[in-house]
Structure formats: structure tokens, C-alpha cells
């Protein structure tokens, strides 16, 4: 007779993941067919020793990213999307403007925290912070390392479930361990950087929030999605191509009456952005 459990996925590791409800926490084998995610809300029947996954409840929402030209659920049931960068290893708008596209098309809300704000270096940086402020994003600069920020930031998080994705060496882990109190399990990268990295995707419980560490998704790229969706990421330069004289205008620098490369020479679209676009586009 079946024995059924309802509760969420907290951690999956190589071949297992961690199932917890109210009143049980169970490691269960990490199934081959199903297309799962931390995150996840599942039942689980309990009857026999082996626990085994009956069914994933519906997704309020999910992050998703291209692995072998597949989309592939990386967290699910999370309001937003934390973007974590610095001035060493230095900010990759590249990326930054990757995962707020990203974060577009999976309708999660962005934000992006500035961390080692304690850094002398990071005064080269802050144009990059008013680039993202000035687009309507909300912006943190913090210092894990010296407890700055922090209180501002907690204040956002309250009363959601955030992804927080970044290139290792950003001091994701000591964000997550200061906001949380969990010491995070971590892995040199090599013997030369001296940095860190996770190993495993697992939810972190706050105080009124949670975070998602999600090691493995520190680059993406946008292919399965076709121009328009790509575009609409792009909020700036998805209004400013409202205007343009022709309907098919792909805004290279040879279209004619392109609004958008109007706004850009004019200094009204960062040029980055506009390069960042263009590059997700190319071919589409």
C-alpha cells in the first residue's frame, strides 16, 4: 500500500537528491527519466525502502538554460533572480546582460549585487552599476566580507525564493553563509587562483527567504530562443526598435532609419548592451 509524502526537492548531488517535508527528510536515487529540479514540489511514495518519486506537482515557475542545445530546468518555484558580480574577477557584462534576458524570459524578477564593494578597485565598476540602475534594475553593492550592504539587501530578499548565479570567485558562498548562517561546502578550483567553487545545487533557508546556490550555471547562452524573445530581454532596445522606419530592421549599423542605433549614438543605449544584443542575435 502506498505511503504518500508531499514536500520539496532541497539539494540533488551526482546521483541523489534531498527530499524534505514537514516531518521527514529523506536522500532518495536520483531518477534517470524524470526531468527534475531543486525546487520542485514532488510525491514521494515512502511505503517500500527505497523511496521512490511519484509525481512533480505543477511549477509556479522555473529558471531554464541551454545544455546540449536542450532547455533544461536548472531551479523551480522561485520569484527571482540574483546576478552576482565584482570588480575581481571583474563584471562580464556579457553575462550580466545574458541572465537579465534570461531572467526576462523566464518572467523572474532581476536584481544584481555588486559584491567586495570594500575593494579600492571596485570605483571601476560603478559606471557599470548606474548602467544597470539607469534600466530600472535594482542594484546592491555590498562586501560579504565586511558586513556591508547587507541589511539593505535582506530587506529585498524577504518573502522570496531566489536563484543566485554568478562566476565562482565572486564570493557567492560567503554571501550565502553570512545571509543564512550556513557554512557552504566548497572546492578549489585550482592551485593557482586560490578560489572556490560549489558542488551542488541546494537551497539555503534565511530569515523570510531563501536563496539558491546554483553551481554549474555560471555562463549561458540564449539559442533556443528565437529574435523577438531575445529581444523583448533587452528592455531599452525592445522600445527603442518600436520607432524604427522598417518592420524587419535587424539594427545593424547599415539599416536605415534604425531607431535604435539612433538611441545608441546619441549615448541613450549603451554601447555595450547594443554589442551584447547583437551578438545573442546574430544568425537568428
Known amino acids: 500500500m502506498e505511503k504518500v509524502q508531499i514536500g520539496r526537492i532541497i539539494e540533488i548531488y551526482k546521483d541523489s537528491l534531498l ?18 529540479a531543486v525546487g520542485d514540489c514532488i510525491e514521494v511514495d515512502t511505503s517500500s525502502q527505497e523511496a521512490a518519486i511519484l509525481k512533480i506537482q505543477p511549477r509556479k515557475s522555473s529558471l531554464q538554460k541551454q545544455i546540449n542545445r536542450k532547455k533544461k530546468v536548472v531551479v523551480s518555484n522561485i520569484d527571482a533572480l540574483a546576478i552576482m558580480a565584482s570588480s575581481k574577477p571583474k563584471i562580464s557584462k556579457t553575462l550580466v546582460d545574458k541572465w537579465l534576458a534570461l531572467s526576462h524570459l523566464n518572467k523572474l524578477k532581476p536584481l544584481v549585487i555588486f559584491n567586495k564593494c570594500d575593494r579600492e578597485d571596485f570605483d571601476e565598476i560603478k559606471g557599470d552599476i548606474s548602467l544597470y540602475r539607469n534600466l530600472a534594475i535594482e542594484c546592491f553593492e555590498v562586501s560579504a566580507k565586511y558586513n556591508r550592504g547587507i541589511k539593505e ?10 536563484a543566485l548565479v554568478g562566476l565562482s570567485g ?17 572546492q578549489n578550483l585550482s592551485k593557482n587562483t586560490g ?32 529574435k523577438e524573445q531575445i529581444t523583448s530581454g ?21 539599416d536605415k532609419g534604425c531607431n ?25
Open 19 to 36: 527530499f524534505e517535508s514537514e516531518d521527514t527528510a529523506l536522500r532518495i536515487r536520483l531518477p534517470k527519466k524524470l526531468d527534475i
Open 153 to 162: 539587501l535582506k530587506q529585498s530578499l524577504m518573502n522570496q525564493s531566489i
Open 170 to 186: 565572486v564570493g557567492k558562498s560567503s554571501l550565502i553563509k553570512l545571509l543564512t548562517g550556513e557554512d557552504i561546502k566548497t
Open 195 to 226: 578560489r572556490h567553487t560549489t558542488t551542488t545545487t541546494k537551497i539555503y533557508a534565511g530569515e523570510g527567504f531563501e536563496l539558491i546556490d546554483t553551481p554549474g550555471a555560471g555562463d549561458i547562452d540564449l539559442e533556443c530562443f528565437d
Open 234 to 254: 533587452f528592455s531599452e532596445i525592445s522600445s527603442a526598435s518600436l520607432l524604427c522606419e522598417f518592420r524587419n530592421c535587424n539594427h545593424s549599423r547599415s
Open 260 to 284: 535604435v542605433i539612433k538611441l545608441v549614438d546619441k549615448g541613450m543605449i549603451a554601447e555595450s548592451r547594443y554589442e551584447n544584443y547583437m551578438q545573442q542575435i546574430d544568425g537568428k
